[in-house]
């Protein structure tokens, strides 16, 4: 990919970044992701579609509730809020091509500052996706997908679709419409609605069960409208238990199913799954990516890691190979994602300061999951895996047990081979098997 810089070079002595294999030292290269290696018959890059959070990596200054910005931006100083975002967009695109990153996704204010006026706000982002068509001509890098943040602004504080204030959904749908027209017009793939404040805070000044109406009447008017437009990608929920919300209502992936199954919504919506968010709900990656799968909704995902000892979004870059690797092997056994790709939705540090900081986490990211991608692959090939799974369920392959699964017995008929067949054998789940062959492709 030609590296893409404006009139300043804001990563000075960095890269490209390119695959080195494994005999390289070089922290600022690729020793697992070759874009081109064939693994289960498709490239790399076509598996994995990386992409890069603009937000995380353009916008998060390291702020945390107990102190301000660490992380100082030379993209960030110009008055002109045009002339800023035009230099945020000249970082960004140099980054992703110096790091091969084939995709990016934004919000609206990701790209450029809001203030309190629809029409100036629309003006805003019409200016910088030019910008931004521009650049992605130019470089190639292209839109995985845009969403609208309605989450930051003081109007959402009692939630976007689900406000309670009919005027308060309006202003969500002006912004809605506008970050629609910015995907579009850049060719994004997909849209994304992440619910940061579609919950609530307490039950006692909440009516559940209006606000997810609410929210569904307001899906339905975004897609109708995305759709008469010319929108042909796939719309995506990521579900998310809490926070910043107490509860939100896209809890997780089944939760989310079932909304979209009642709402009608199921035609145009898949799950875009995310590695914190799965772990605040109680569940693993795993579980939240093959719920899901089973589903025929596994969209896409948001790829981070949380911290075992902290119960909120941290957002770290991936690192865990076992854990990574479970969710490899769900995504092989599903076929890859349905228009999606692996967003790197993780921040780099607050401490982490050095220009040099943000490669190292993308280049871990992209190594790791290259790497687990081509260790699934090696279980699914030469272990016993497959094989194994499939032995388990043997009583279902014929007689009896394929009867009943083709709903050919009765309760009754149950009965009476449970007398006919006496008491089972017990059958070994052998789950330490299973993990060690994980562990044996590592
Ligand atoms: C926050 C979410 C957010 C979405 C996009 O926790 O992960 O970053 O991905 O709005
Ligand atoms: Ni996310
Ligand atoms: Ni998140």
Redesign the pocket.
């Known amino acids: 990919m030609q590296v893409l810089t404006g009139t300043t070079e804001y990563f000075k002595g960095i890269g490209p970044v390119t695959f080195e294999g494994l005999e390289s030292d070089n922290p600022l290269a690729f020793r697992w992701y070759d874009a081109t290696r064939v693994v289960a018959g498709r490239p790399l890059k076509d598996w994995l579609r990386f992409a890069c959070s603009y ?1 995380h990596s353009f916008n998060g200054n390291g702020s945390d509730p107990f102190g301000g910005p660490t992380h100082f931006f030379a993209w960030d100083q110009r008055s002109d809020v045009l002339d800023r975002a035009r230099d945020k967009m000249d970082a960004a695109f140099e980054f992703f091509t110096k790091m091969s990153l084939p995709f990016y996704c934004f ?1 609206d204010v990701d790209l450029v500052d809001y203030e309190n006026d629809v029409a100036e706000n629309e003006r805003r982002l019409q200016a910088i996706t030019d910008y931004a068509l521009e650049k992605q001509a130019a470089s190639g890098v292209q839109l995985l997908w845009g ?1 609208a ?1 309605l989450f930051s602004h003081v109007r959402y504080m009692n939630g976007a679709a689900t406000n309670p204030d009919f005027n308060v959904v309006a202003h969500a749908g002006a912004q809605v419409k506008a970050a629609l027209d910015a995907t579009l017009k850049l060719g994004g793939e997909n849209y ?1 609605f ?1 619910g ?1 404040r579609e919950g609530y805070m307490s039950l006692l000044n909440t009516n559940m069960k209006k606000e997810q109406e609410h929210m569904a009447r307001f899906l339905h008017m975004a897609k109708d409208y995305a759709r008469k437009q010319g929108f042909k990608g796939t719309f995506f929920i ?1 579900p ?1 238990p809490c926070e910043p919300t107490k509860h939100q209502y896209d809890y997780d992936a089944a939760t989310v199913i079932s909304f979209l199954r009642q709402y009608d919504l199921l035609d145009d919506f898949k799950l875009n799954i ?1 590695v914190n ?1 799965a772990t605040l709900a109680g569940h693993t990656f795993q579980h939240e990516l093959q719920v899901a799968a089973d589903a025929g909704l596994l969209g896409s995902m ?1 790829a981070n890691r949380g911290d075992y000892q902290n119960g909120w ?1 941290t957002d770290q870059f991936p690192n865990n190979l076992n854990e990574l690797t479970e969710a490899m092997l769900i995504i092989l056994e599903a076929g890859g994602f349905s228009g999606g790709g692996i967003n790197f ?1 993780a921040k780099i540090r607050r401490n982490s300061t050095d220009a040099a900081d943000l490669f190292y986490a993308h280049i871990g990211g992209m190594d790791a999951f290259a790497r687990a991608l081509i260790i699934a692959d090696n279980v699914l090939q030469r272990s016993e895996y497959r094989q194994l799974r499939a032995d388990r369920y043997q009583s279902f392959a014929d007689g009896t047990g394929r009867d009943f699964e083709e709903g050919k017995l009765s309760l009754e008929a149950l009965r009476d081979l449970a007398i006919q067949n006496g008491e089972p054998q017990q059958i070994s789940g052998k789950q330490e098997y299973y993990e060690n062959m994980i562990n044996r492709f590592i």
């Open positions: 937000w919000h969403t943040n994304v992440w940061g990521e998310k995310e968010h948001d979004d939705d």
